[in-house]
């Protein structure tokens, strides 16, 4: 069975890249490019770097147009399940692993992983983390998360989050290394564009009301009406029938179809960093893209118009001096951000986001050299610390307490033919159909 070996000058990093989603993908492949030791890094384009994508099988598959939307090339990429993943590590050689997937997935690859690398001198090096802010579910989700080579931390605040946690159930918290958010980048802003642009960036499941939603919509369009010299764009995730990592149940677009916007206000889809490059003002619930626009010192306005509630997110940016309403926008007001809190969130504004890598490829590479490889993985949960709970994680990816596949897990031993694959894409169409379509109108009946 091949081995993982040290990356040198003259061979390519190889990196496998799991993620569930369009946002998830854009944070493993865009990771990947980041921490590849640093020779490698600065000469990905002349392809010393090796990155194999997979995509885990779900109801947010991103479609091409979601892919090539991110701009990150992989050399292949390959749609799979859980099992047929793990069978894949356990018979190709790679020396990083990045797992972009929720908590669950997470836990469950690295129960996987020790399994099918029993036994072998040396392994890939495994990285994770998360997609952006961490509002939510702190202590569930760094030890689902538990257990990976490099947990990453996307700013100082979080990596003194996740260690209090660690440190604080007794696990290892050396893995915590604190990087930033790889999606950073693009140039800074230099003034008020002809015309003046203000962007809306939407989120699939914030807030998730019509009602809010149609709320936020309205006063968009007002404010499109207040002012007819500006532009306003409403930044749309996914188009009707894709998907992103959460369900989007009243999309935006079908909303607008009812009202009548002024011709100064336009729907727009495509890639953050190309809407961020004509933007005067962004405007979120939010959104990581607010990271995105603080990166580039774009004035960025984190709504309160909903309230601050951790619901909505938004209470991760008190103190940002973002946060701000509808009416205070169209009397004009301008956000000044908070330095200091502008510091520890990752965003690194100050000139210094080329470095902040540099410690995970520091360790990735002195773990690649390290005599004798890398020992087993080693998660917090086991099936003797969380009986009640890890089975059922496991499970859900048809994986046992050992972290085998259990009998009748879908994992083809060859590519299926011609009429298998037509079967199979109209059971997956089938699958996210009443996922994404049908299970909201029955929730929504249910609620009458």
Known sequence: ?????????????????????????????????????????????????????????????????????VGVHADSM???????????????????????????????????????????????VVVTGYVGVVYEKLADGLLLRHGADLVLANSRQDAERFRAV????????????????PFLGGAAYEGEHDPYTVVFAVQPSVPDSRKDRNYLLNRLIQHARLHPEREVLLKLRSKPGEHTTHIEEQPYQKLVQKLDPPANFRLVYGN?????????????????????SLHRRIPTVVLTDLGVREVLGNHHFVGSGCLASW??????????????????????????????????????AKLLARPGGLGPLTPYYTPATAPGYLPGILARHHLGPDGSPLPGAPAA????????????????????????????????????
């Not at 660690?166 to 958010?181: F, K, P």
């Not at 590519?415 to 929504?444: D, F, M, N, S």
């Open 1 to 69: 069975m091949p081995a993982s070996t040290p990356a040198t000058t003259t061979t390519p990093t190889r990196i496998a890249v799991l993620a569930d989603s369009d946002t998830r993908w854009k944070w493993g492949a865009l990771t990947a490019h980041r921490i590849a030791p640093r020779e490698e890094a600065q000469e990905v384009l002349s392809g010393a770097l090796s990155l194999s994508g997979f995509l885990l099988r779900g109801r947010a598959t991103p479609t091409p147009r979601q892919l090539a939307e």
């Open 78 to 124: 390959r749609e799979v399940t859980a099992v047929e993943f793990l069978r894949a590590m356990a018979e190709e050689s790679y020396d990083i692993v990045v797992i972009a997937l929720v908590g669950g997935g997470v836990q469950a690859m690295l129960h996987g992983l020790k399994r099918v690398w029993e036994g072998r001198a040396e392994r890939p």
């Open 166 to 181: 660690y440190d604080g159930v007794g696990a290892d918290s050396s893995s915590v290394t604190e990087v930033a958010l």
């Open 272 to 292: 953050m960093g190309e809407v961020l490059d004509r933007t005067d003002l962004l405007v979120t619930i939010s959104s990581t893209a607010a990271l995105e």
């Open 327 to 364: 009416d205070q926008l169209d009397a004009g007001y301008r956000p000044v951000p908070d330095a200091e809190w502008v510091a520890r969130q990752g965003v690194v504004a100050d000139g210094t986001y080329e470095t902040a890598f540099d410690a995970a490829r520091e360790r990735i």
């Open 413 to 448: 031993d060859k590519e299926p033919g011609p009429v298998r694959q037509i079967v199979r894409r109209a059971a997956r169409g089938a699958y996210r159909h009443g996922v994404q379509r049908v299970a909201p109108v029955i929730r929504r009946m249910g609620e009458l």
